[in-house]
């Protein structure tokens, strides 16, 4: 009896044993669960590492990374291209009033995420690149009169890009690609340049209607010189012919008035009349 009760007890000492492994287990998951000492840093993403807030050298790239729990926090700061949309107002040389829309695509460098976290935060955008464009597009088209802005376009943008580029850099913040969505000027502005164009179009087709007629008006003397020498030849062979016609008709007359004698004469040379020549002429 006493083996049995050995056994009863060993047995009950085994399964407390599992009952606690098992609590440990699940104690232990609700530890991690709890502290979360891993963290995953996403694509195009990089992890800011903070010990007790306080921004570490190392940034942590994409993939699973080990933290330690109540000492350590993961930034995660967006590396990829982005984009910004900003409204400018600015002043051409010519004092007209210049708004435009401007599109900037950009990205930080992903190993200074750190640095633009401890020092800019994570509303650069807000606090350097609009003012940043604002400042730029300011700058460049003073330099130009308001129609040049429209008529050197591109050439504004690529000096506005630069300048913008150099005042990132500092900031370690790459602009990718710039665009100037829209530029717009005042009312009175705006009519004189549509004033002009129109202007401009009426002018040029007159000059097209002008140029058209003197076409027209040449053609039409070509073709009457044409029409006059068709009418001074024709009116030459007309004439041969018709002198030609008379001479014919002169004979024939002369033929039907004669008797069949030949004509009395004391003196001089006795006309001929070729009858051959006549009747291959009718």
């Excluded at 000492?13 to 530890?31: E, P, Q």
């Excluded at 650069?124 to 597009?137: L, N, S």
């Excluded at 039907?256 to 009395?264: C, I, N, R, T, V």
Aim: aromatic content about 8%.
């Amino acid at each position: 009896m006493d083996t049995e009760v050995a056994k009863l007890v060993k047995e009950k000492a085994g399964g407390a044993k599992i009952i606690r492994i098992i609590a440990g287990l699940i104690a232990l998951f609700m530890l991690l669960i709890f502290f979360n000492p891993f963290v995953i840093v996403g694509a195009g993403e990089r992890g800011v590492v903070l010990n007790f807030g306080a921004v570490q050298p190392a940034v942590f790239g994409e993939g699973l990374h080990f933290r330690i729990p109540l000492v350590q926090r993961i930034m995660k700061m967006d590396v990829r291209v982005q984009k910004s949309q900003t409204d400018a107002e600015s002043v051409s040389k010519d004092l007209q009033d210049t708004h435009s829309t401007i599109a900037v695509n950009y990205h930080i460098l992903p190993d200074k995420a750190n640095w633009i976290y401890q020092n800019l935060g994570r509303e650069y955008k807000e606090r350097i690149i609009d003012p940043a464009v604002q400042e730029v597009v300011k700058a460049v088209t003073a330099r130009y009169t308001a129609v040049e802005l429209i008529t050197q376009r591109e050439k504004v943008r690529v000096e506005i890009k630069e300048l913008l580029k150099q005042r990132l850099i500092g900031y370690t913040i790459l602009v990718d690609d710039f665009s100037i969505i829209n530029f717009r000027f005042s009312q009175q502005f705006t009519q004189a340049i549509e004033a002009k164009q129109t202007a401009e179009q009426y002018a040029l087709k007159a000059q097209r209607d002008l140029e058209r007629i003197k076409i027209e008006a040449e053609q039409k003397v070509t073709q009457a010189k044409a029409e006059a020498e068709a009418l001074r030849l024709q009116k030459a062979n007309i004439s041969a012919e018709l002198v030609k016609l008379r001479q014919i008709e002169a004979s024939l007359k002369a033929i039907e008035k004669w008797d069949g004698h030949m004509p009395k004469v004391t003196s001089g040379s006795v006309p001929f009349i070729d009858v051959k020549s006549l009747e291959q002429q009718r």
